[in-house]
């Protein structure tokens, strides 16, 4: 079942329409900036200053500036131009420089690489002495190629790719790595720069197809109904529900965001993203200790986003927004369904039972759940920001889908998960930005450890520890590692809002920690990636500094991104602050992650901390003899 939008006039924070999207391919065209060679890796919105955004009111014209980034797939040259999409002015045209990196990869580039591979002898001689014959079951599977100077220099644009089989055309082909085979081909002159072929293992035979199995019957339905209708309202782009209030957004690179959350008329936060995750490689053989893929600055997580279905992806009585990006070409492409809104009981929100009087009571927890998916290649993952009748917000990232094999018998930098078939070692590290609002546009961010006590005078008997608050009070200062010896948490307060007890109204960021980027310092990826070196940054706002590894990590040499946003260390006391957070699972494969993964969660919370003046949820009702429950004995409290 799903719910109705009721139709608004445009906001300021509003994603892009189609309309929008064509409107500004129009004005390019126009322009003379569009030939037959010209395509478009990104069309992004440029959200307007927050000055602009707090006094706009219901009915106003809102600013629709386009940020477009269009590459001559013939010269290889990269233009990037601002367009009004409101008033149709093209504001600026500039072409970028090669050093700054690549625009993202262009679904068509997937196809020109693999058809280059095929094409080019070496390849077929190496499937040939290996025993392939049906090369039209080749799959090559072309991917971001990292930034190696010392091998083709500085001013290519290129891919690498590896070779996988099928034994027909429905066959998984992840199951069948053709191992120490690898291409690499320069996307605009057209050539095959080199073919490395140095394996002698043989292609894994078993399948990994994972349909087809035969049903379980023992699994009865769970069958989810509201019949009284849900407790959200949607206007637009704006949702309100049991004292939350935020806009939904969607952009082709970072796929779902979410603007001016905030729980019972007080702000929490500007805005929440997921702009950058990097999935580095632990395997140092030379067809893999390249992979170091940036899922949304190099193929874009929201172009790449799935159309979701009821009762698969999402459960209930769900409310979906459609969103549209551009194509190659610039024109418009509407994802339908591509987010899924809906409420989730999720157990007990508090409990007490009276040991004097043998009353209980009990209140059931529930959460609004807003949700997307994207697939990347071979992964695929989920991205679901939570928001809880207690005020708390947390983000689940859920990574599944098949992981990436090569083939062998033993490795000690990948686990065997199927006769013959190895899976490296990697990460899957995800960057959330957190354009902070607490109480208001003023905050500081406090790191907060529990600290044990000696056994002396003061504490005789050794049971004493206490807490220790460090003001994060410059950027420098301000690059955190998480420390769970020590329960360490970070506060964002206010400095103008105070609680009744007269203190900062406070979230605390609650981190659900794992390791950071393990590779070396001098390793590439640690320059590129270098925003996964830590668990926190925190940084003083600036409308341009939107990417924790830069505007263009596809082929970036590194050092963009988060190292120079905080390179001047500016002062934080009482700014408008943005927090990175860094998240994510080192994953050792298990032979239970194939052919498809059980998904793997990781994220963290943010919880009012003195934001409230006391437990929101006090009047919740009290669903004892509710309509699930036999009569005579509900309790609730599953």
Same mark, same amino acid.
């Given at each position: 079942?799903?719910?109705?939008?009721?139709?608004?006039?445009?906001?300021?924070?509003?994603?892009?329409?189609?309309?929008?999207?064509?409107?500004?391919?129009?004005?390019?065209?126009?322009?003379?900036?569009?030939?037959?060679?010209?395509?478009?890796?990104?069309?992004?919105?440029?959200?307007?200053?927050?000055?602009?955004? /707090?006094?706009?009111?219901?009915?106003?014209?809102?600013?629709?500036?386009?940020?477009?980034?269009?590459?001559?797939?013939?010269?290889?040259?990269?233009?990037?131009?601002?367009?009004?999409?409101?008033?149709?002015?093209?504001?600026?045209?500039?072409?970028?420089?090669?050093?700054?990196?690549?625009?993202?990869?262009?679904?068509?580039?997937?196809?020109?690489?693999?058809?280059?591979?095929?094409?080019?002898?070496?390849?077929?001689?190496?499937?040939? /002495?290996?025993?392939?014959?049906?090369?039209?079951?080749?799959?090559?599977?072309?991917?971001?190629?990292?930034?190696?100077?010392? @091998?083709?220099?500085?001013?290519?644009?290129?891919?690498?790719?590896?070779?996988?089989?099928?034994?027909?055309?429905?066959?998984?082909?992840?199951?069948?790595?053709?191992?120490?085979?690898?291409?690499?081909?320069?996307?605009?002159?057209?050539?095959?720069?080199?073919?490395?072929?140095?394996?002698?293992?043989?292609?894994?035979?078993?399948?990994?197809?994972?349909?087809?199995?035969?049903?379980?019957?023992?699994?009865?339905?769970?069958?989810?109904?509201?019949?009284?209708?849900?407790?959200?309202?949607?206007?637009?782009? @704006?949702?309100?529900?049991?004292?939350?209030?935020?806009?939904?957004?969607?952009?082709?690179?970072?796929?779902?965001?979410?603007?001016?959350?905030?729980?019972?008329?007080?702000?929490?936060?500007?805005?929440?993203?997921?702009?950058?995750? %990097?999935?580095?490689?632990?395997?140092?053989?030379?067809?893999?200790?390249?992979?170091?893929?940036?899922?949304?600055?190099?193929?874009?997580?929201?172009?790449?986003?799935?159309?979701?279905?009821?009762?698969?992806?999402?459960?209930?009585?769900?409310?979906?927004?459609?969103?549209?990006?551009?194509?190659?070409?610039?024109?418009?492409?509407?994802?339908?369904?591509?987010?899924?809104?809906?409420?989730?009981?999720?157990?007990?929100?508090?409990?007490?039972?009276?040991?004097?009087?043998?009353?209980?009571?009990?209140? /059931?927890?529930?959460?609004?759940? %807003?949700?997307?998916?994207?697939?990347?290649?071979?992964?695929?993952?989920?991205?679901?920001?939570?928001?809880?009748?207690?005020?708390?917000?947390?983000? @689940?990232?859920?990574?599944?889908?098949?992981?990436?094999?090569?083939?062998?018998?033993?490795?000690?930098?990948?686990?065997?998960?199927?006769?013959?078939?190895?899976?490296?070692?990697?990460?899957?590290?995800?960057?959330?930005?957190?354009?902070?609002?607490?109480?208001?546009?003023?905050?500081?961010?406090?790191?907060?450890?529990?600290?044990?006590?000696?056994?002396?005078?003061?504490?005789?008997?050794?049971?004493?520890?206490?807490?220790?608050?460090?003001?994060?009070?410059?950027?420098?200062?301000?690059?955190?590692?998480?420390?769970?010896?020590?329960?360490?948490?970070?506060?964002?307060?206010?400095?103008?809002?105070?609680?009744?007890?007269?203190?900062?109204?406070?979230?605390?960021?609650?981190?659900?920690?794992?390791?950071?980027?393990?590779?070396?310092?001098?390793?590439?990826?640690?320059?590129?990636?270098?925003?996964?070196?830590?668990?926190?940054?925190?940084?003083?706002?600036?409308?341009?500094? /939107?990417?924790?590894?830069?505007?263009?990590?596809?082929?970036?040499?590194?050092?963009?991104?988060?190292?120079?946003?905080?390179?001047?260390?500016?002062?934080? %006391?009482?700014?408008?602050?943005?927090?990175?957070?860094?998240?994510?699972?080192?994953?050792?494969?298990?032979?239970?992650?194939?052919?498809?993964?059980?998904?793997?969660?990781?994220?963290?919370?943010?919880?009012?901390?003195?934001?409230?003046?006391?437990?929101?949820?006090?009047?919740?009702?009290?669903?004892?003899?509710?309509?699930?429950?036999?009569?005579?004995?509900?309790?609730?409290?599953?």
């Amino acid at each position: 079942m799903t719910t109705p939008t009721q139709a608004t006039s445009t906001h300021p924070l509003d994603p892009l329409t189609a309309a929008e999207i064509a409107r500004v391919r129009d004005v390019l065209v126009a322009a003379g900036k569009v030939t037959e060679t010209t395509r478009f890796p990104s069309v992004l919105p440029i959200e307007p200053a927050k000055s602009l955004v /707090r006094t706009h009111q219901p009915g106003e014209p809102a600013p629709r500036r386009v940020l477009a980034v269009l590459l001559d797939v013939t010269t290889g040259v990269t233009s990037q131009a601002v367009v009004d999409a409101a008033t149709g002015t093209l504001e600026s045209f500039e072409d970028l420089a090669a050093a700054d990196g690549r625009a993202p990869i262009l679904f068509e580039e997937y196809d020109r690489c693999a058809d280059l591979v095929r094409a080019d002898p070496r390849w077929q001689a190496a499937m040939l /002495r290996r025993g392939v014959e049906k090369l039209e079951l080749a799959f090559v599977a072309p991917l971001s190629p990292g930034s190696f100077e010392e @091998e083709f220099g500085n001013d290519r644009r290129y891919l690498r790719a590896l070779t996988f089989l099928r034994d027909h055309v429905d066959d998984s082909p992840w199951a069948h790595p053709v191992e120490g085979l690898l291409a690499e081909v320069d996307l605009i002159t057209g050539e095959v720069l080199r073919v490395t072929d140095r394996g002698d293992d043989p292609v894994p035979a078993e399948h990994g197809n994972y349909t087809g199995y035969e049903p379980r019957t023992t699994l009865k339905p769970i069958s989810i109904t509201q019949p009284e209708g849900v407790s959200f309202a949607v206007d637009g782009s @704006e949702v309100t529900w049991e004292g939350w209030r935020f806009r939904v957004g969607f952009n082709a690179r970072e796929g779902l965001t979410l603007h001016q959350i905030g729980f019972q008329d007080t702000p929490v936060l500007y805005r929440a993203s997921m702009p950058e995750m %990097v999935v580095p490689y632990g395997d140092p053989a030379p067809w893999r200790n390249w992979i170091s893929y940036f899922d949304a600055g190099e193929y874009l997580l929201g172009k790449n986003a799935n159309s979701l279905k009821l009762g698969c992806d999402c459960l209930g009585v769900i409310h979906y927004f459609d969103a549209a990006v551009a194509d190659d070409h610039g024109n418009p492409v509407t994802i339908p369904q591509v987010v899924c809104m809906h409420e989730e009981d999720y157990g007990v929100l508090w409990k007490h039972t009276n040991i004097l009087t043998g009353a209980s009571d009990v209140r /059931r927890s529930r959460r609004l759940v %807003v949700s997307f998916f994207t697939t990347i290649g071979n992964y695929d993952y989920g991205f679901f920001w939570y928001f809880y009748l207690d005020g708390t917000i947390e983000l @689940e990232a859920k990574a599944t889908g098949v992981v990436f094999c090569g083939a062998g018998e033993e490795s000690p930098y990948a686990a065997q998960i199927a006769p013959g078939l190895l899976a490296p070692v990697h990460q899957h590290l995800f960057c959330a930005r957190l354009d902070a609002e607490v109480g208001g546009d003023r905050n500081t961010v406090e790191e907060v450890d529990f600290v044990r006590l000696p056994t002396g005078p003061d504490n005789p008997r050794g049971n004493a520890f206490t807490f220790k608050s460090t003001v994060l009070e410059s950027e420098h200062g301000a690059q955190r590692l998480a420390d769970t010896a020590v329960g360490r948490t970070w506060l964002v307060k206010s400095a103008d809002n105070l609680n009744r007890l007269g203190k900062q109204r406070a979230y605390q960021l609650v981190p659900k920690p794992g390791p950071t980027l393990l590779a070396q310092e001098d390793a590439t990826v640690h320059g590129r990636a270098a925003f996964a070196t830590k668990h926190l940054w925190v940084t003083k706002f600036a409308e341009d500094e /939107r990417y924790p590894a830069g505007d263009f990590p596809n082929q970036h040499p590194g050092g963009a991104g988060l190292p120079a946003y905080t390179a001047g260390d500016r002062p934080l %006391v009482d700014e408008d602050l943005v927090l990175w957070h860094v998240f994510g699972p080192t994953h050792l494969p298990r032979p239970e992650d194939w052919p498809v993964m059980p998904v793997d969660y990781s994220g963290f919370m943010l919880r009012p901390h003195g934001f409230l003046d006391r437990n929101p949820a006090l009047d919740v009702p009290d669903l004892t003899g509710c309509a699930h429950c036999p009569p005579g004995q509900c309790g609730c409290s599953h």
